[in-house]
C-alpha cells in the first residue's frame, strides 16, 4: 500500500484544561508576555538579579512555570496510544484535542474494572449438582415396545403465549410416553390477544426436538395417511394435576380402539408429582429438547454478545403491561389516572381476575401477588448491590404508561437497553408481529445473563430460573416481595439499614440449589430428579 507524502509538518496540540488557565488572573499572564527578555545578554547585573529575586510577579511566573511541567509530566506518563485523539496523528482543521477526554477515558477504564469485581457478579455455590438423566434399565425396556407401535397417536392443541406453550408441549411428552403412543407434532392455537399465526417450527427446532427424543418417544410431523379421514377422540375435562395412573385408566381403552386421541388445554393438566424417570424425562424435554429455531437462536446469541461486549449484565424480566395489572388484580402506581384506567377494565372485564377476587389491592399488594413497579425494582437491586454502570438488559412488553413508566431505573441506571435498543436495522423485521418469537429471543438473553431477576413471578420467569439452575446454578435473584414489602413503606429506615434488611432477607433467594418440594414443578427446580452430586450419586448406588 502506498504511503502519501506531503511537505506538511504536523503539528502536535496538548490543550491546558481551562481550569489552569482560568486560575491565573490576567496580570499574571501579563507578566508572562513583560518579563521575557527581548535580547540575550552575555553578563548579569547583580543589582538587577536583586531587584528581581525580591519581585513578586517573578515568583508567581516560576509557580505557574512548575506547575505548567508537571501537567505535561502527567499528560506524558498517562499518554493512551489507543485514545480517541492520539497525539501523533495530524487533525482536520477546526478540531481540537482535549486533555479531560484522556482524562474520562481513564477514568471509564477504571470503573469498568471495578464493576466487573463488583459483589454483585458474584455467582452461588452449585454444591457440586450438575445434570444427570440417567434412566433406568425398566425404562429403557419399555422404550424398545413403545417405540415400535404404529397404531397408536396422540394430538395436542397447545395455547397462550411461548412460554405456555412450552409447558404444554413438555407435558404432550410425557402423555404421550404414559400413553405409549406417537406424538404429532404439536398444533399451535393462535393466540386472540396477540394474533401471532406462528406454528412448531417457527419458535422451535423440529429436527433437533425430534433427534434428542428420539429413545423416549416417537414424533411425527403429521397423521399417517391411514388416520388422516379418522376422527380423531377428543378429550376436553382432563382435571388438574392428573396422576399417570388417572390418564392411563381414562386414555388408554379409547385410544387403541380409535387410533387418535386428541387433547386440548393441558396447561396443568398433568401432576407435577411424577415417578422419577417421568420427572427426567420432563427435563430432558425442557432442557434439551425444545431448543429455539436457527434463526431465533442466532439473533439472540448476538444481542447477548452486544450486552456482554463491555462486561457482566442484568437482566430484569418486568411485567408492567396493562393485562398483567389488571389480571393480578393489582394497580401500577403511576398517578391517580393510570390506576382509574386499571380499574375500569377490571370492572368492564372481571373474568381477567386470575384469583381470589374478594382481596383488596392493598391485600394483595402485602401478600406479595403484586409485580415490582420500576421504583421497587430500581430500590430492590440498588440494595442488593448493583453498581450504578450495571447494564441492564429488560426483557417483556412496553408497560403501561411507556417509558415514563421505566424513569426511575433508567435514572438510576443509564445503560438500559431491550432488544429494540440492541439490534440492528432490519434484523427484528422477520419477527415484528410475532409476539412469541419476540419472547424466544428475550429468553435467550436474559437465560444467558450474569444475574437475571424477575419483577412477577410467571411462565417465562419459572423457566428461566429452571434452565440457570441446570445451567450451573447461574444467580437469580428471587424478590422475596412478602417479607420485603413493609420495608420498603417504612420512611424512618435510612439507607443503609434498609440495604442490610433486604440483603439479609434474599440471601437465600439468589438461586442456590433448591430441592424440589411436592407440588413444584421440576423444569423450575430441577433437583434432585434432573440434577445431581457426588454425595446423591453414591447414596443411590
Not at 70 to 89: A, E
Not at 443 to 461: L, T
Not at 505 to 532: A, N
Amino acid at each position: 500500500m502506498g504511503v502519501s507524502k506531503s511537505n506538511k509538518k504536523h503539528q502536535c496540540y496538548i490543550a491546558v484544561p481551562s481550569q489552569i488557565i482560568n486560575s491565573l488572573s490576567s496580570s499574571a499572564l501579563q507578566t508572562l508576555l513583560e518579563e521575557a527578555p527581548k535580547k540575550k545578554t552575555k553578563t548579569t547585573d547583580p543589582s538587577k538579579l536583586k531587584l528581581l529575586l525580591t519581585n513578586p510577579r517573578f515568583w508567581i511566573v516560576l509557580l505557574f512555570l512548575f506547575a505548567f511541567v508537571g501537567i505535561l509530566l502527567n499528560m506524558w506518563l498517562n499518554f493512551d496510544p489507543f485514545s480517541q485523539y492520539p497525539c501523533p496523528i495530524s487533525q482536520e482543521k477546526g478540531q481540537i484535542s482535549t486533555a479531560p477526554q484522556l482524562s474520562i477515558a481513564a477514568v471509564n477504564e477504571k470503573s469498568i474494572v471495578n464493576e466487573k469485581s463488583s459483589e454483585f457478579w458474584k455467582q452461588p455455590d452449585g454444591l457440586g449438582y450438575m445434570p444427570c438423566l440417567e434412566f433406568s434399565a425398566k425404562y429403557r425396556k419399555a422404550s424398545v415396545e413403545i417405540l415400535k407401535d404404529r397404531n397408536k397417536y396422540l394430538m395436542v392443541v397447545v395455547s397462550g403465549g411461548m412460554n405456555q406453550q412450552r409447558n404444554q408441549i413438555v407435558d404432550a411428552v410425557v402423555i404421550a410416553r404414559i400413553l405409549g403412543a406417537a406424538l404429532v407434532v404439536p398444533i399451535f392455537q393462535v393466540n386472540p390477544i396477540w394474533g401471532d399465526e406462528s406454528e412448531f417450527s417457527d419458535i422451535f427446532d423440529m429436527d433437533h426436538f425430534k433427534k434428542v427424543l428420539a429413545n423416549d418417544v416417537r414424533i411425527v410431523s403429521s397423521l399417517p395417511s391411514i388416520h388422516v379421514m379418522t376422527r380423531p377422540v377428543e378429550e376436553k375435562h382432563t382435571p388438574l394435576y392428573a396422576s399417570p395412573q388417572w390418564i392411563r385408566s381414562h386414555y388408554t381403552r379409547k385410544l387403541r380402539r380409535d387410533g387418535v386421541l386428541l387433547l386440548r388445554g393441558l396447561d396443568s393438566r398433568l401432576s407435577k408429582d411424577l415417578p422419577s424417570d417421568l420427572q427426567k424425562l420432563r427435563g430432558k424435554v425442557a432442557f434439551h429438547a425444545l431448543r429455539f429455531n436457527p434463526s431465533i437462536l442466532e439473533l439472540g446469541n448476538k444481542l447477548t454478545e452486544r450486552m456482554r461486549s463491555k462486561g457482566p449484565y442484568l437482566a430484569l424480566h418486568l411485567r408492567m403491561e396493562k393485562d398483567v395489572w389488571v389480571r393480578t388484580g393489582c394497580l401500577p402506581g403511576l398517578s391517580h389516572e393510570y390506576d382509574e384506567i386499571i380499574n375500569n377494565e377490571r370492572k368492564r372485564r372481571p373474568d381477567l381476575l386470575t384469583s381470589r377476587s374478594n382481596m383488596t389491592y392493598h391485600d394483595r399488594k402485602l401478600a406479595g401477588l403484586c409485580p415490582l413497579n420500576a421504583l421497587e425494582v430500581t430500590r430492590l437491586i440498588k440494595a442488593l448491590g448493583a453498581p450504578k454502570g450495571a447494564r441492564i438488559y429488560w426483557a417483556g412488553g412496553i408497560p403501561l404508561g411507556g417509558k415514563e413508566a421505566l424513569q426511575p431505573l433508567t435514572k438510576e441506571f443509564p445503560h438500559f437497553y431491550n432488544k429494540e435498543d440492541l439490534a440492528l436495522t432490519g434484523e427484528l423485521e422477520p419477527f415484528a408481529k410475532k409476539a412469541s418469537l419476540m419472547a424466544a429471543i428475550d429468553y435467550i438473553v436474559s437465560e444467558n445473563s450474569d444475574v437475571f431477576m424477575p419483577s412477577h413471578g410467571g411462565n417465562m420467569g419459572h423457566a428461566i430460573q429452571g434452565h440457570r439452575a441446570y445451567a450451573g446454578h447461574k444467580k437469580t435473584i428471587t424478590p422475596n416481595k412478602r417479607q420485603m414489602l413493609p420495608h420498603f413503606l417504612n420512611s424512618s429506615l435510612s439507607e443503609t439499614e434498609f440495604n442490610r434488611i433486604i440483603l439479609d432477607l434474599h440471601k437465600d433467594s439468589l438461586g442456590q440449589p433448591e430441592l424440589r418440594k411436592t407440588g413444584r414443578d421440576v423444569t423450575k427446580y430441577p433437583v434432585p430428579e434432573c440434577m445431581c452430586n457426588t454425595t446423591t450419586i453414591h447414596s443411590s448406588v
